[in-house]
């Protein structure tokens, strides 16, 4: 095999770095994704309940307004998608860059 010249192995380091970073990007998504899922079901049960609600702070369990958990959850639930759609529009352009690099290694090695 030929050698690889200089600019094609910066390249594949590039690449190397891009896929690093697409994968922690992914690893943030999947936990915000499950924290919204926890938010959601919250919510879910929250509004179901015609009791007293409950909010854990650290190791106590205080009783907490209705309304303002349900505002407190739907907060989170906002901020929430939010960060998962800024994630999925980086993601998107991470991915692009790495196909073009992608395909301007492999023109190279061939």
């Not at 594949?12 to 499950?34: R, V």
């Not at 924290?35 to 879910?44: M, R």
Request: proline letters at 0%.
């Amino acid at each position: 095999m030929e050698k690889i010249n200089q600019e094609t192995q910066e390249k594949i380091q590039q690449l190397q770095l891009l896929e690093q970073g697409l994968q922690n990007l992914l690893f943030q998504k999947q936990a915000f994704q499950i924290e919204l899922s926890e938010t959601e079901n919250a919510l879910k049960e929250v509004g179901k309940t015609k009791e007293d609600v409950y909010r854990m702070i650290g190791q106590i369990m205080l009783k907490a307004s209705k309304e303002g958990i349900e505002k407190e959850l739907k907060e989170k639930k906002d901020i929430l998608e939010l960060r998962i759609k800024s994630i999925e529009k980086q993601e998107s352009r991470f991915k692009e860059e790495v196909e073009t690099i992608r395909k301007e290694v492999m023109k190279r090695i061939k």
